[in-house]
């Protein structure tokens, strides 16, 4: 989280928890008592006050008390008998490849943080600090003190408003102090229905010795052990209720509502099971025989590893020229007129499929395309060449009037003789024919190519 967005949150949280503290005395029982200091004032608020100063005192704690740190040449003692953790894969102490050190039992690495905190519950938005080894019982303190102020105060109010049942004209409260009676109530009770079930399940983790990680691992064996693939494993840190809590809070129960060190360096801790060392959480027999993951010699691979050396698409067909897949119908109409370069016939498909295969060759043109459109294969679209349009739409003339019947074209056999006509193989004057020069000159638009007319 980032600094500045945690102080908004801590912020945040400050408040909740002081508007009730404050308003509730300031606006509700202090008019309530006649605004005049008595022994039953003193007796009503002197305990709440005690409550309020210890909840701040123990989230001060949780904020900031370093949660733990793993030293930087710590190791495991593998000869000693006192336990430490294996990983699962190779039976080894667990190493943390982030950090590049082993890692104590039941510690974890905090993204958060950048570090592994020895004994990780969670990482808490609320105090903007990693819940561990050495703030954690304050975390629960914490937990413990924020319910039974609440619940104070909400029975200290309560009480303000039945006491308006006896109809006594000083004991009903103003407007100004209705509002803050309600306002409280809108702080106060969705505080004790989120933050007391936060709290029922921490309180059974700490009669349990378990953390919110080691929870979610315990969760994973009893789903295995449901299935019947591994038999019951006893969790290797329970120690039983007054020995898990005096693991936290400490030893002396009269002080377990008081902010102290727990034991411990947060390094080792006290085992139930019979064997130094352990495997927890339990491993999947499934997994015993799995193959270990082990990178392709080749960065070209799709699917399931396969070698993809040439890159050719998955797909068995292509795409039509538009990038569409609609098929088009048995008469399609074109947008364009019949003497432009890319005007398709409309009794043939205009944009049949393109056909596909494997073993192809990487680079071919297809006829009946606009433009003799070069396709490479494995590519992601086409590779087309620069068309001179002013040249195929001379092409494209030229094709048509050299299409024989399509055209008369005027071809001179005979040179001119005189200005009045021209000679016939017969040496006879004869009629203008279609395209001959007349005697004015002019030549019939007949034999004129369409193409050139004007």
Known sequence: MHPILGRIVIGFVLFL?????????????????????????????????????????????????????????????????????VKRLTGNPRFCRTCERYKPPRSHHCRQCNRCVPRMDHHCPWVNNCIGHFNYGHFIRFLFYVDVTCWYHLAMVTYRVFATAGRRYYDEPTGFELIFIILNYVFVVPVILVVGTFSLYHFYSLLRNTTTIEGWEKDKAAMLRRHGKIEEVKFPYNLGARRNIASILGNNPLLWCCPTVPPGDGLKYQLSVADGHHNWPPRDPALDNQQPFKLPDSPWTYENGGVNPNLRPSS???????????????????????YHPDYKDPGVEAYPPRPYSPDSDLEYSEEGYSGAVRVRRGSEGYEVRPINREQMFQEYVQSQIDEVGRYQVYEPEHGLEGEDGFEDEDGEDGDLEAGEVGHDGAISDDDVPLALRS
């Open 17 to 85: 928890i002081l508007f009730p503290i404050l308003t509730s005395q300031i606006f509700i029982i202090w008019p309530w008592y006649g605004r005049e200091l008595s022994v039953d004032l003193i007796t009503l608020l002197f305990p709440f006050n005690v409550l309020a100063g210890m909840l701040l005192w123990n989230y001060y704690l949780c904020i900031f008390t370093d949660p733990g740190r793993v030293p930087d040449a710590w190791k495991p003692d593998t000869q000693s008998g006192q336990g430490y953790e």
């Open 316 to 338: 068995g067909t292509l795409r039509p020229v538009n990038g569409s897949r609609h098929k088009y119908t048995q008469d399609p109409v074109s947008a364009l007129p019949p």
